[in-house]
């Protein structure tokens, strides 16, 4: 067996403004042993963990004022009401967007998505349309538009990428230029790559042919500061799970007069002003799209979350994962036999990788022996595993919390996965 290489002494604060001990301090589960282990929880990209402050808001709405919202006159309701709002006023702040109405709660990304492609694609697309997404988009941005242009007869046209994982913008062009493209669906930053899209240049380039665009930022909000009216956007979806806010709530963002225009995606209560059964008229924005009870304490959830963030400050966290991306890849490059997948120039928070002759399901068990918790698979973005011609990837993913000292016990791990399959 060939020796193991030094782990360097890296300090747990060394890369950034941030005082990384007090923030892992803030989240209990990063203090658990796996398998005798310390925790090195690198699976942030599927969910995240939550701090203490998140945790802390959802367990006291339950414990001192849950009631259902909107509905009520009593106490209990009005403070949930509250706090449901208020939180949907963080959100539009967060993303800087003109105007709550323009926020709609939803389960999750693909939610959200799904609601887009329903709404504003079962209204406006037509046979013959054609809506243009990329080849590095999760299924959540591909599956609902088959469906649609199955529904439709309208056609999906998919921009490629590079081997380094860069969309081709001059394809991307020549499929805007088709004159019947109805929505470019594109994600900001890639759960399978890591690669960062240009998305203010391609929402630029749509809009000069009259192209609304949707962008998935279920990857990018935890890591880079988001305006939507810089980007000028049509739709903006993400997931509380992966901005350290619980599971079970989503955000699309929409521009309001386009969704003043969509017919409703579910009917019930809580989205109508009048019904009578002849005839149902819905209430306003953003109630018009949010049917039935929500998940009242996630929401409030979320916005303990972002609140959160924002004290940590995005740019800050964006420093410190870039330095961490940074040192991990050079550090991986050094093990033979490993090959990135993803290696665009503008990139963040994820390495994804194959070893030669090792399926990535079995690095993924090793390394949760080592206490290194990663995903393996293709990350519910197989058109992406297809284009490099491989089954899976091992991808570690990286949060505000981690550390370069994690890195080296991740970096570890996999020289003794090496070792073990030599
Ligand atoms: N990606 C991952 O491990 P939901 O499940 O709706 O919260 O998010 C869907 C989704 C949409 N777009 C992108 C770019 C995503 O990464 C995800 C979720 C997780 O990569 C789970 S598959």
């Known amino acids: 067996m060939s020796a193991l290489p030094a782990l360097s002494t890296v300090p747990i604060d ?23 282990k ?56 967060f993303l800087n967007a003109a105007s709550v109405q323009e926020i709609i709660f939803t389960r999750n990304t693909t939610e959200s998505i799904n609601l887009v492609a329903s709404s504003f694609g079962g209204s406006v697309v037509k046979a013959g349309d054609e809506i243009v997404i990329t080849g590095m988009e999760h299924h959540s941005n591909i599956v609902p538009w088959q469906m649609l242009c199955e529904r439709t007869g309208a056609a ?62 279920a990857q990018s909000v935890p890591h880079l500061a988001v305006d ?45 002003s009048l019904v009578t059964f002849e005839k149902t008229t819905y209430a ?17 959830g979320l916005g303990a979350a972002l609140d959160w963030l924002n004290a940590i400050g995005l740019d800050a966290v964006a420093a410190h994962e870039h330095a961490l991306l940074e040192y ?37 068990t090793i390394l949760d022996r080592e206490g290194v918790a990663i995903r393996a698979g293709h990350h519910c973005a197989q058109p992406v595993m297809q284009r490099y011609g491989v089954p899976a990837t091992a991808r570690a993913s990286f949060a505000v919390y981690n550390t370069h000292d994690e890195a080296d016990v991740l970096v570890k791990a996999l020289w003794k996965v090496k070792e073990l399959f030599a």
């Open 14 to 36: 060394r890369c950034a403004d941030l005082d990384l001990a007090r923030i892992r301090a803030e989240f209990p589960i990063l203090r658990q042993r796996v398998h005798g």
């Open 284 to 300: 306003d924005l953003p109630n018009k799209f949010e049917a039935g009870t929500p998940s009242i304490a996630d929401v409030i």
């Open 38 to 93: 310390p925790l090195v929880y690198l699976d942030n990209a599927a969910s995240v963990q939550r701090p203490k402050a998140v945790i802390d808001a959802i367990s006291d709405c339950y414990s001192s004022y849950y009631g259902n919202i909107h509905r009520g006159v009593h106490l209990l309701s009005e403070r949930s009401t509250t706090a449901y709002e208020g939180a949907r006023e963080k959100v539009r702040a």
């Open 228 to 272: 939507v009216r810089e980007l000028d956007c049509e739709f903006y979806a993400f997931s509380s799970h992966k901005i350290y806010g619980p599971a079970g709530v989503g955000v699309l963002y929409g521009k309001k007069a386009l969704l003043e225009a969509m017919p409703p995606y579910q009917g019930g209560g809580d989205m109508i």
């Open 156 to 217: 999906l046209k998919v921009v490629p990428f590079t081997d380094a994982g860069e969309l081709i913008l001059e394809e991307y062009e020549r499929l805007l230029d088709s004159g019947r493209v109805k929505l470019v669906g594109v994600v900001h930053l890639s759960n399978a790559l890591g690669t960062l899209n240009p998305v203010k240049a391609m929402i630029e380039m749509a809009h000069a042919r009259g192209v609304p665009v949707l962008v998935d930022g």
């Open 328 to 364: 991990t890849t050079a550090r991986l490059s050094e093990i033979p036999g490993l090959r990135l997948i993803g290696t665009a120039r503008d990139k963040a928070a994820l390495a994804s990788f194959t070893m030669q002759g090792i399926h990535p399901h079995d690095i993924g």
